[in-house]
């Protein structure tokens, strides 16, 4: 049996007990990203957010994202800018009423990569231009991630390895905290354009803790069949 296939088998198991716990505060995101290599410059990101209230069908939100980024250096010091579309779909406090939001979204951001021995770390900077039907927040994002591989010493083929992150919202108007996401998982790396995580997030926000199981798939896949 393969490491990818026990992989798989360990989300499977895992899957059951949440889809049991409809009415559980844990919530579920399945997520995509995807990062297009251009050239040795440019790029092109995007990404599929699908959030539930609970385990899959309680629709909590939709996010399409997309954006083009330049590299500052080799394969690092991105700069990017992009647009997001957002559907929410909250309830209504004390009813079992919901109400849908669109929001539209420009954002920059700027990612620099580095690592120390094992440890892969990336530093994200995003600002954001929210359009919310008749509102229009500016909002600040800090989001620093750790990846450890644990089976090899590099993110290669086959490595199984820890993922973490914490990323903070501050919005540039009062009140000035909106959340913070704290985040823990496994990952898998199929190879080198594909890799898969499951996690659990803690979103902290309005005086609340709620937790998200999420299953994450990365694909890198390059547009020039000569950078496969």
């Known amino acids: 049996m393969t490491l990818v296939t026990k992989f798989y088998i ?14 559980s505060e844990v919530g579920n995101w399945f997520i995509y990203f995807g990062n297009q290599k251009i050239n040795d410059k440019w790029n092109w990101h995007n990404e599929i957010q699908y959030r539930n209230f609970n385990s899959v069908g309680d629709i909590e939100q939709l996010l399409l994202r997309t954006g083009v980024g330049y590299n500052l250096t080799n394969n690092n010091n991105n700069i990017l800018l992009g647009y997001g579309f957002i559907h929410s779909e909250p309830y209504i406090s004390g009813t079992n009423i919901k109400k849908n939001i669109n929001e539209h979204r420009i954002y920059q951001q700027f990612l620099t990569k580095h690592s120390i021995n094992r440890v892969n ?7 954001e231009e929210r359009f919310i039907e008749d509102d229009f927040i500016v909002r600040l994002r800090y989001f620093l991630s750790l990846n450890v591989p644990i089976n090899k010493k590099e993110m290669t083929k086959n490595a199984i390895y820890l993922s973490a992150y914490n990323e903070i919202f501050l919005n540039a108007k009062k009140p000035v905290f909106d959340r913070n996401r704290l985040y823990g998982g496994v990952g898998f790396v199929i190879n080198k ?11 902290i926000f309005e005086n609340k803790n709620r937790p998200q199981f999420q299953l994450v798939l990365f694909n890198n896949l390059p547009f020039k069949n000569n950078q496969l």
């Open 121 to 127: 770390i990336a530093h994200r900077y995003r600002i």
């Open 10 to 23: 360990a989300i499977l198991f895992f899957l059951p007990s949440l889809a049991c716990a409809q009415k």
């Open 193 to 203: 354009n594909f890799r898969v995580e499951t996690a659990i997030m803690t979103q």
